[in-house]
T-cell receptor
Framework: GAVVSQHPSWVICKSGTSVKIECRSLDFQATTMFWYRQFPKQSLMLMATSNEGSKATYEQGVEKDKFLINHASLTLSTLTVTSAHPEDSSFYIC?????????????FGPGTRLTVL | AQSVTQLDSHVSVSEGTPVLLRCNYSSSYSPSLFWYVQHPNKGLQLLLKYTSAATLVKGINGFEAEFKKSETSFHLTKPSAHMSDAAEYFCVVSDPAAGNKLTFGGGTRVLVKP
């Protein structure tokens, strides 16, 4: 099946620094990638949708200047949390969808846990 | 707008007994529906999906779900729970009218007692 990886799996950073999270589709071309955020014991909330080669579309309430998303190739999307603060601490999960996913299936990465001190 | 309601935030069952996780959805069109499982600090694994074919959908690990349009429900069942089934389960809807975005239910945490 389709495999999506994320790196790093966990990261701890100081307040005010920036953190980059990578999402890769390992065995298929991902024309669309999604970034979700999950707070402890809560559900997943869609942050943004990115299509290869174009700007990401952010959900209402998500600061695009704080959460920078780049989808420069068909196998890689990155999420950069700029000037991170403790309230940005969360579990970030990406998913990827190929061009021929007739049934709109998204393949999820294993997630990245961000802790901001 | 589409929405998903998981009626139980927690379900506790004994090993070997049936599991029922309830899910109701709201969608403006014929949706695709999914059940995902998430073990602690892990990503999501697809259990099964409904995409307008058979209303009774069989998934992995003995799980199945039945799509009932009249009740707008998509409940997940398993005849006999195993200790490894302890996890968080999410009911998810994808609505073409909403740009095929996925909307997640609030999740149901399953505890399996020995």
């Amino acid at each position: 099946g389709a495999v999506v990886s994320q790196h790093p799996s966990w990261v701890i950073c100081k307040s005010g620094t920036s953190v980059k999270i990578e999402c890769r589709s390992l065995d298929f071309q991902a024309t669309t990638m999604f970034w979700y955020r999950q707070f402890p014991k809560q559900s997943l909330m869609l942050m943004a949708t990115s299509n290869e080669g174009s700007k990401a579309t952010y959900e209402q309430g998500v600061e695009k200047d704080k959460f920078l998303i780049n989808h420069a190739s068909l196998t890689l999307s990155t999420l950069t949390v700029t000037s991170a603060h403790p309230e940005d601490s969360s579990f970030y999960i990406c998913s990827a969808r190929g061009p021929d996913s007739l049934y709109n299936e998204q393949f999820f990465g294993p997630g990245t846990r961000l802790t901001v001190l | 707008a589409q929405s998903v309601t998981q009626l139980d935030s927690h379900v506790s069952v004994s090993e070997g007994t049936p599991v029922l996780l309830r899910c109701n959805y709201s969608s403006s069109y014929s949706p695709s529906l999914f059940w995902y499982v998430q073990h602690p600090n892990k990503g999501l694994q697809l259990l099964l999906k409904y995409t307008s074919a058979a209303t009774l959908v069989k998934g992995i690990n003995g799980f199945e779900a039945e799509f009932k349009k009249s009740e707008t429900s998509f409940h997940l069942t398993k005849p006999s729970a195993h200790m490894s089934d302890a996890a968080e389960y999410f009911c998810v809807v994808s609505d073409p009218a909403a740009g095929n975005k996925l909307t997640f239910g609030g999740g149901t945490r399953v505890l399996v007692k020995p």
